[in-house]
């Protein structure tokens, strides 16, 4: 008991002595941990999608598809200090991400997982149809993913819009048609699913140069049925549209008896539209020295812009790894046929 004592004396005593010293401890670390509006690029990765897509009675491979990716962290002062000093970390300004300065990071976050839901969906409908396997569309959501804040829109990003004024439309180009045949300041009725909860808006109209629109920007979530079933499931963490293009090849090499991948360890980057194009990602040069680091034989890219930036990193970093552009999905199987293990 007297020992217990003796020891509660020291520590006490160390704390009256040092007291000034534990402040100032916990004030840089609250300094040091404060958010600051940006995202500190650490490099990239890459990560085997075999493991989280799943076809029913699906063909094996020898070698994977890699979804290649960027290391982030949501910067501190402390993070955004360190990227001044350690050359291979960049950032970059959260506001980029933003269609309007009035965005959240919510907002962002929200738009980012669903361009995943969205990618995937569309890599689903292209596998299955280019594997002529049974594919039918299941569900479709009209999102609102930004809402113009100078505007006072009612609607809210996150919105679903079912209907205007009475009339559900299959398409953003029908919803679009509707709005612009309207005049400036006109009011529409919008049902939209807000919080699981239907409701109804009088939502405004204005005018940017010749154009009536609504304030919004509206992006399209489809999920289909399968034969045979697949199920993608992506870790918590994991969002953005960038791996649209590899996840669609991991589903129909999975759909296919011919092995794809002859036993290579392929990576790659790029977005599946929903007309099979392939489109332009970020971050290509973390990407691609995520797919050397990793060990890639092969890194697919989206042409254009994406490929001259990753054939010129190469040439600067004299990377060894094959860099292949693609244009639309069919392309990229049409060239991943031909290479050899």
């Given at each position: 008991?007297?020992?217990?004592?003796?020891?509660?004396?020291?520590?006490?005593?160390?704390?009256?002595?040092?007291?000034?010293?534990?402040?100032?401890?916990?004030?840089?670390?609250?300094?040091?941990?404060?958010?600051?509006?940006?995202?500190?690029?650490?490099?990239?990765?890459?990560?085997?999608?075999?493991?989280?897509?799943?076809?029913?009675?699906?063909?094996?491979?020898?070698?994977?598809?890699?979804?290649?990716?960027?290391?982030?962290?949501?910067?501190?002062?402390?993070?955004?200090?360190?990227?001044?000093?350690?050359?291979?970390?960049?950032?970059?300004?959260?506001?980029?991400?933003?269609?309007?300065?009035?965005?959240?990071?919510?907002?962002?976050?929200?738009?980012?997982?669903?361009?995943?839901?969205?990618?995937?969906?569309?890599?689903?409908?292209?596998?299955?149809?280019?594997?002529?396997?049974?594919?039918?569309?299941?569900?479709?959501?009209?999102?609102?993913?930004?809402?113009?804040?100078?505007?006072?829109?009612?609607?809210?990003?996150?919105?679903?819009?079912?209907?205007?004024?009475?009339?559900?439309?299959?398409?953003?180009?029908?919803?679009?048609?509707?709005?612009?045949?309207?005049?400036?300041?006109?009011?529409l009725l919008v049902k939209v699913l807000r919080n699981q909860k239907e409701?109804?808006?009088?939502?405004?109209?204005?005018?940017?140069?010749?154009?009536?629109?609504?304030?919004?920007?509206?992006?399209?979530?489809?999920?289909?049925?399968?034969?045979?079933?697949?199920?993608?499931?992506?870790?918590?963490?994991?969002?953005?549209?960038?791996?649209?293009?590899?996840?669609?090849?991991?589903?129909?090499?999975?759909?296919?008896?011919?092995?794809?991948?002859?036993?290579?360890?392929?990576?790659?980057?790029?977005?599946?539209?929903?007309?099979?194009?392939?489109?332009?990602?970020?971050?290509?040069?973390?990407?691609?020295?995520?797919?050397?680091?990793?060990?890639?034989?092969?890194?697919?890219?989206?042409?254009?812009?994406?490929?001259?930036?990753?054939?010129?990193?190469?040439?600067?970093?004299?990377?060894?790894?094959?860099?292949?552009?693609?244009?639309?999905?069919?392309?990229?199987?049409?060239?991943?046929?031909?290479?050899?293990?």
């Amino acid at each position: 008991m007297h020992k217990m004592k003796k020891i509660k004396e020291v520590f006490v005593s160390f704390l009256l002595e040092n007291v000034g010293f534990l402040i100032f401890l916990v004030l840089l670390y609250i300094v040091l941990t404060f958010p600051v509006n940006y995202y500190i690029i650490i490099g990239g990765e890459i990560s085997n999608v075999s493991s989280r897509i799943k076809v029913e009675d699906s063909y094996q491979s020898k070698g994977s598809f890699n979804i290649s990716y960027v290391k982030e962290l949501q910067g501190t002062v402390m993070s955004y200090l360190l990227s001044n000093i350690i050359p291979s970390w960049d950032r970059k300004d959260m506001n980029n991400y933003k269609y309007d300065d009035s965005e959240s990071i919510e907002d962002v976050k929200f738009r980012n997982n669903l361009d995943l839901k969205a990618c995937n969906g569309y890599a689903t409908y292209w596998a299955y149809t280019l594997a002529n396997k049974e594919v039918s569309l299941k569900s479709s959501n009209l999102y609102i993913i930004s809402a113009i804040s100078n505007k006072n829109s009612p609607l809210q990003v996150g919105d679903i819009l079912l209907s205007i004024d009475g009339k559900h439309y299959e398409t953003i180009d029908e919803y679009t048609d509707c709005i612009r045949s309207h005049k400036k300041d006109d009011i529409l009725l919008v049902k939209v699913l807000r919080n699981q909860k239907e409701m109804e808006l009088e939502v405004p109209l204005y005018e940017y140069g010749d154009t009536v629109y609504m304030g919004v920007i509206l992006q399209y979530e489809k999920e289909y049925d399968t034969n045979p079933n697949v199920d993608i499931t992506f870790e918590r963490g994991i969002s953005g549209p960038s791996g649209g293009l590899i996840t669609t090849l991991e589903i129909y090499n999975q759909l296919t008896k011919k092995d794809l991948t002859h036993g290579l360890k392929i990576a790659g980057t790029g977005t599946i539209e929903e007309d099979g194009r392939i489109g332009m990602i970020g971050g290509v040069k973390y990407k691609l020295l995520g797919a050397e680091a990793g060990g890639a034989d092969v890194f697919l890219v989206p042409s254009g812009d994406n490929y001259q930036e990753a054939l010129k990193y190469k040439k600067k970093k004299h990377l060894k790894i094959k860099i292949i552009e693609v244009t639309n999905i069919e392309d990229a199987i049409q060239k991943v046929e031909k290479l050899k293990g």
